[in-house]
């Protein structure tokens, strides 16, 4: 999932695998000569106060692998943050309202010095 990649005006086709690779190529600095989507889509209905977020199946679950590792590193983490943009894997529901669940008591053991649990989480 590519969150707040900006959508086209009204009437202009968009391309979503153009701009999602655009935004591997510049802000991952990964080569996306040979890299295939299966498909590639904004999610819901159009707002005109929220910036739909892209949807991308990967053809090749290596390739997703790269740029979701790549997109952890911290320095690229940060220049993504602080452009407001995002890239994480799509979870069920189910798993985003548990994760939820537990942000004060993770936020709680942060601020206790503890870090993030390995393996869990996002």
């Known amino acids: 999932m590519f969150y707040s990649i900006p959508e086209s005006t009204a009437g202009q086709t968009e391309n979503c695998e153009q701009l999602v690779k655009k935004l591997i190529?510049?802000?991952?600095?990964l080569d996306i000569e040979h890299m295939q989507f299966d498909r590639s889509h904004r999610l819901c209905a159009k707002m005109a106060s929220k910036t739909r977020l892209i949807v991308v199946k990967f053809h090749n679950y290596q390739t997703r692998e790269t740029v979701r590792q790549k997109s952890?590193?911290?320095?690229?983490?940060?220049?993504?943050?602080?452009?407001?943009?995002?890239?994480?894997?799509?979870?069920?529901?189910?798993?985003?309202?548990?994760?939820?669940?537990?942000?004060?008591?993770?936020?709680?053991?942060?601020?206790?010095?503890?870090?993030?649990?390995?393996?869990?989480?996002?």
């Open 72 to 122: 952890l590193q911290l320095e690229i983490k940060s220049d993504l943050k602080n452009s407001k943009r995002g890239i994480s894997v799509q979870t069920p529901v189910e798993y985003r309202n548990a994760y939820k669940a537990f942000q004060p008591i993770i936020k709680e053991a942060e601020d206790h010095g503890k870090t993030k649990l390995k393996g869990g989480g996002r």
């Open 25 to 29: 190529r510049l802000k991952l600095q």
